[in-house]
């Protein structure tokens, strides 16, 4: 498996969800990790990233609400979603950060009342 997301859903505004997209090891140990989310009729755009020696980025919007984090032993990484709005609403992917490889699979997530 190259990329593939799992763990959305749908949750109610304020509401929390975690995120987890297995990678082959390949892609894992020798990429910065990024989580992106998608729009309908929009790219993919990035949201946070995660180097292997522990460094993190947030994209403004999700500053204080989201959590990246990865295990290099399993070639996972993780996006811990938190007080989650409407306009969180997307289908979420992981890919290396820039991304360069093929979109996998992500999950979708839904957040409404």
């Known amino acids: 498996v190259q990329l593939q997301a799992s763990g959305g859903g749908l949750v109610q505004p304020g509401g929390s969800l975690r995120l987890s997209c297995a990678a082959s090891g390949s892609i894992f140990r020798t990429n910065v990790m990024g989580w992106y989310r998608q729009a309908p009729g929009k790219p993919p755009l990035l949201v946070a990233f995660?180097?292997?020696?522990?460094?993190?980025y947030y994209v403004d919007s999700v500053k204080g609400r989201f959590t990246i984090s990865r295990d290099n032993a399993k070639n996972t990484v993780y996006l811990q979603l938190n007080s989650l709005r409407p306009e969180d609403t997307a289908v979420y992917y992981c890919?290396?950060?820039?991304?360069?490889?093929?979109w996998g699979q992500g999950t979708l997530v839904t957040v409404s009342s």
């Open positions: 890919n290396a950060y820039p991304s360069k490889y093929a």
């Open positions: 995660a180097s292997s020696g522990g460094g993190t």
